[in-house]
């Protein structure tokens, strides 16, 4: 998918704020690209335009052969529904429910899912889907997060901060669950962190700086998960 010139300014009674100044950027098919930059930079902007959640004040957004510029409320809505996946820093699992449960949500609604079981064998809680989210540390409540998210076969996966609330023992397994995602689907997945050492591990890493990315770099998956320094 690729997005030109993207803008997105926020106006809130007199002041208006230019949180996209300009962005060019692309994702190609199985890339995981890391997104870092300064607090207000406008990392979560991006993402949520790029996801569906929001749309740009300018510029073209274009997802595979659609053409999501001027897409009305519906279209984005099935973009969203069909083709991307979204995992937040704060994971919003249902108490109430297990972990299959949990899953369970998305795959009732999607096309052509994969099993709950399936997708939650694949983050490594094959083992927990019985469990209901206050028996399991934040970072497997994460990593049922991402099951949900990839269970119904999304072709990208946005995730912003992923690891924000967790330490590095758990963030690096769900790092590991979202490297092996994106191995074995072909998942591209864009990964927003305030965490440099995070960039280590993606194919490419775009900085950005004051609604613009100032930077892009190739680390080339220098590291696997464990071997960076958090
Ligand atoms: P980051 O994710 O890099 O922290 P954001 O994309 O959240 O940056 O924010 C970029 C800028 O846009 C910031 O100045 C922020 O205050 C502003 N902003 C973000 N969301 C809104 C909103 N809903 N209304 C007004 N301003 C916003």
């Known amino acids: ?37 300064p ?26 052969t659609q053409d999501l510029t001027n897409a009305n409320d519906a279209e984005l809505t099935r973009y969203r529904r069909r083709s991307v996946g979204f995992v937040f820093q704060f994971y ?36 927990r889907v019985t469990h209901f989210p206050a028996q399991l540390s934040g970072g497997e409540q994460q990593r049922v997060a991402v099951a949900r998210a990839i269970a119904k076969r999304p072709k990208v996966l946005f995730c912003d901060e992923p690891t924000g609330a967790l330490d590095s023992a758990t963030g690096v397994r769900v790092l590991e669950a979202l490297e092996r995602v994106n191995r074995e689907l072909s998942t591209t997945i864009m990964i927003i962190t305030h965490n440099v050492g995070i960039g280590d591990i993606a194919d490419r890493v775009l900085r950005m700086s004051d609604g613009k990315i100032v930077e892009e770099t190739r680390p080339g998956r220098a590291r696997r998960p464990s071997e960076i320094s958090w």
Do not use: Q
């Open 1 to 37: 998918m690729w997005g030109r010139s993207l803008e997105r300014t926020y106006v809130t009674g007199e002041v208006s704020v230019h949180a996209l100044r300009g962005v060019d950027v692309s994702l190609r098919r199985g890339e995981l690209v890391v997104l870092l930059g």
């Open 92 to 127: 919003n699992l249902v108490a109430g429910l297990t972990a299959r449960e949990n899953v369970s949500l998305v795959t009732e609604i999607a096309d052509a899912p994969m099993k709950p079981d399936e997708a939650l064998d694949l983050v490594g809680l094959g083992a």
């Open 39 to 64: 607090s207000g930079s406008g990392k979560s902007t991006l993402l949520n335009i790029l996801g569906g959640l929001d749309r740009p004040t300018g510029g073209e957004l274009h997802f595979e």
